[in-house]
């Protein structure tokens, strides 16, 4: 009868105990490297959760695809496959057709205008923009703006007609080299240096860090420092897995992203200008800058490129972007 009773105490302490609770997992999907400046970011993000939440919350990092691509990252986070992922905001545009404003060419003049936009209230507004189709945007992370190489010396709209530039999938940067009487073709970005040192295409459109590292600039005689456009990247997360976190576990996790994403746009300013230069130094190809009046030529030229997208994208949100090149 003792060891009866004892066995119902300790049956009772063991239910009664409370049971440890497993770490909510975080995998975080990119396409890039671990070296490029949205690697280091998505690393130091892991870095300071494990400092700050040890045995809460384990992020999982899977580089250069290794779980999903940009194209189907979206759905398998929908499908709670994967938590986090930071695709080039282009990719958002069966979601959204709002975030179509950052490919519109000639918007912004420099990062810090990009900058200025993305901290206002309507550039914050933007990461809500897919809340309803169960997408929401924790932050912007930076790869710089875009430059354009080519075969020819590009100065003013006139010398792009008739050449044809590979684009990432867009509306929009279709319809910003149709502007110039220019051919757009829809190409891999693995495909790119093969279509330029076969002559295929006569030129593309890049950050100075992808020009780079893909080795761009040893097959293009010349570059037009063009600041013409935006290459970004939103990170993004299941509105479910977001808001179903517990609200001093979100709030330790927004402010360890906004801290990596700090840290990973540091990175990518200062290797824009670093390959920039590196680019210069190897004397592969000419660096052309544009006069303020060469590149007035190309806003007035791209301005109809606006108009054709407005419907979709809101012409006070274009104002509002517009207006932080002047702050």
Not at 129 to 152: A, E
Not at 279 to 298: M, N, Y
Request: a positive charge.
């Amino acid at each position: 009868m003792r060891r009866l009773c004892f066995l119902f105490v300790l049956l009772a302490g063991l239910v009664a105990a409370p049971l440890s609770a497993a770490p909510i997992v975080i995998k975080f999907s990119h396409v890039v490297a671990e070296n490029t400046p949205k690697g280091q970011m998505a690393n130091k993000f892991k870095e300071l959760i494990d400092q700050r939440l040890a045995g809460k919350v384990v992020v999982e990092v899977y580089p250069n695809s290794q779980l999903f691509g940009d194209n189907k990252v979206l759905q398998a986070m929908l499908l709670g496959d994967v938590q986090m992922a930071a695709p080039a905001l282009s990719k958002f545009e069966s979601f959204t057709r709002s975030l179509q404003l950052f490919d519109l060419p000639f918007l912004f003049k420099d990062m810090a205008a990009v900058e200025r936009f993305q901290k206002s209230e309507a550039g914050q507004k933007l990461l809500n923009s897919m809340k309803k189709k169960g997408l929401t945007g924790l932050g912007y992370i930076h790869n710089g703006m875009k430059q354009l190489s080519s075969s020819n010396a590009i100065r003013v709209p006139a010398d792009a007609a008739g050449q044809k530039f590979r684009i990432m999938t867009s509306d929009v940067l279709a319809a910003q080299f149709k502007a110039v009487k220019a051919t757009p073709l829809k190409k891999p970005f693995s495909e790119v240096f093969t279509l330029l040192q076969t002559k295929a295409i006569d030129g593309q459109e890049n950050t100075w860090s992808n020009i780079f590292s893909k080795k761009f600039f040893e097959v293009q005689p010349y570059i037009t420092e063009s600041n013409h456009g935006l290459l970004d990247y939103m990170v993004v997360t299941s509105t479910e897995f977001w808001m179903d976190l517990p609200d001093d576990l979100r709030g330790e996790v927004k402010k360890a992203l906004d801290e990596a994403i700090t840290f990973g746009n540091q990175v990518a300013a200062q290797k824009g200008v670093d390959d920039r230069q590196k680019i210069i130094d190897s004397g592969r190809s000419k660096v052309i800058t544009l006069s303020a009046e060469e590149r007035a030529q190309w806003v007035e030229v791209m301005k109809p490129v606006w108009k054709e997208f407005e419907h979709e994208i809101g012409k006070d949100l274009i104002d509002a972007a517009y207006n932080s090149n002047n702050m």
